[in-house]
């Protein structure tokens, strides 16, 4: 079965440092979502994008968070610089576009781990 | 407020044994409602989700949710554990208008031989 692909598997940086997250969505995906999840907690939206389009970033701190998916396809999440906060697991989803919503359904990754020194 | 309670943070039952995890949301809208399961170092999995219909839904692994409208509630349930059931365990709510997903704290199961 096609799999989300997500680099890097692990990520210890330092505060002040930047990091960015690499993920590959299953091919044909339109939609492509990045969550937070911080230990002991469910995944937060961070951004979701339609094709290339931001349809809702509004969970993203913009002064120190970017996220593109300039092609449409494959996607970056930028962190700069990097707070002891933002030690979490990044998760890429993606999903199709269905017409009936009851078809409906997220592919996850198996995510970026960050921890922040 | 759109919000998803998982009162439980830990459960511990037998093998064998049955199992219900409580999921409650708070939704404003027709709720689109989700478990998905997690295993340590992977991502989620979608076990099964309701959208309208039948509110008995059956998913993979022989797990089952049950929605109650009146109680805004969406709690899954297993007739008989297995040891390879042991993960975290998510439940999320997502609106008619929107794709955009919540998702509870979770509810960590263990599963003793």
């Known amino acids: 079965e096609a799999e989300v692909a997500q680099s890097p598997r692990y990520k210890i940086t330092e505060k002040s440092q930047a990091v960015a997250f690499w993920c590959d969505p299953i091919s044909g995906h339109a939609t492509l979502y990045w969550y937070r999840q911080i230990l002991g907690q469910g995944p937060e939206l961070l951004v979701q994008f339609q094709d290339e389009s931001v349809v809702d970033d509004s969970q993203l701190p913009k002064d120190r968070f970017s996220a593109e998916r300039l092609k449409g396809v494959d996607s970056t999440l930028k962190i700069q610089p990097a707070e002891l906060g933002d030690s979490a697991m990044y998760l890429c989803?993606?999903?199709?576009?269905?017409?009936?919503?009851?078809?409906?359904?997220?592919?996850f990754g198996s995510g970026t781990q960050l921890s922040v020194l | 407020a759109q919000s998803v309670t998982q009162p439980d943070i830990h459960i511990t039952v037998s093998e064998g044994a049955s199992l219900e995890l409580r999921c409650n949301y708070s939704?404003?809208?027709?709720?689109?409602l989700f478990w998905y399961v997690q295993s340590p170092g992977q991502g989620l999995q979608l076990l099964l989700k309701y959208f309208s219909g039948d509110t008995l839904v059956q998913g993979i692994k022989g797990f089952e949710a049950e929605f109650k409208r009146s109680q805004s509630s969406f709690n899954l349930r297993k007739p008989s554990v297995h040891w390879s059931d042991a993960a975290e365990y998510f439940c999320a709510v997502a609106g008619s208008g929107t794709y955009k997903y919540i998702f509870g704290t979770g509810t960590r199961l263990k599963v003793l031989a």
């Open positions: 989803a993606s999903s199709l576009s269905f017409q009936d919503r009851s078809d409906e359904k997220l592919f």
């Open positions: 939704y404003g809208a027709t709720p689109y």
